[in-house]
């Protein structure tokens, strides 16, 4: 598999061997019609262990589509969503370039089937030295800063199919758009494990709070993900990729007209994003 500026490396072969993959022409077919602006089809995987499979034939054509990751999404990262999709720990998938926009965007909802936003937190990599990591602070030491962020998933299933968290990893937790903010770099932070431990966010539509958040809904801990991350041992971390680590409060709906922003306290410090949601 060629090099990525994020490595999304193929599962062991042994996991593999015993997945039932869905045939590879059917997701890269998906891809293609994803792509397009199509919705996805149900792959019919019935584990999560197939469901990655599946994953890395969809993720192929979009590699060849939208160029070599820059990111990796972790979701399923609280026990509440992942008791709502029957799963027992986080699955991940590759974030493009072109998914990822700069604060203060003006997003259009076109091409979207079925959109929502939620407060999201990410951190880049700044040191390879994270994939030995072992502890929350060889975590933060390899980290070059934490950045606010709202994500955009599209949940663009077709109208008869109920997203499970086999279906969802099939998809690589369906990421569409991200709107990202200036963050903090993690040298500045007096006490990074106790700060990222302590962040909140507040979500605004229009303005008006819908929704607040802590480091603590992330894995126990927003630094736990990336441990748990290297853990699997699936994706390449190297500086400048970034991890968007996870849901920190409820999905919304995504409609065209609003103005979405999220205000977020780390270390004593204050950092925020927003995007205007257009048709």
Known sequence: MKSLILGAMLLPLAGAAVAACPDVSLMQNAARGWIAGQRLPDPLVRTVEDGICAY????????????PPVGVKVGFTSKPVQE?????????????????????????????????????LVVTVGSAAIMQARTREEVAAALRDV?????????????????????????????????????????DLDDPVADLAALTVNLKLDGKSIGT???????????????????????????GSVISLGSLGSLHPAWPGHRVEADYRVGGRAMKVGVTLVP
């Open 147 to 187: 950045r606010p962020f709202i994500e955009l998933p599209d949940i663009a299933l077709q109208k008869d199919v109920a997203p499970t968290g086999p279906l969802m990893a099939a998809y690589g937790v369906t990421p569409w758009r991200g709107v990202l903010g200036r963050g903090i770099a993690i040298a």
């Open 56 to 67: 890395a034939a969809f993720r192929s054509i979009l590699e060849a589509e939208l160029g």
């Open 213 to 239: 958040g802590s480091g603590e809904m992330l894995l126990g801990h927003p630094l736990d993900v990336v441990l748990w991350l290297v853990e699997q041992g699936s994706y390449e971390l190297k500086p």
């Open 84 to 120: 709502r999709f029957g799963v027992t720990a986080p699955v991940t998938g590759a974030l493009f370039a072109p998914m990822l926009l700069p604060d203060g965007a003006r997003l259009s909802l076109k091409g979207s089937r079925a959109p929502f936003f939620e407060a999201d």
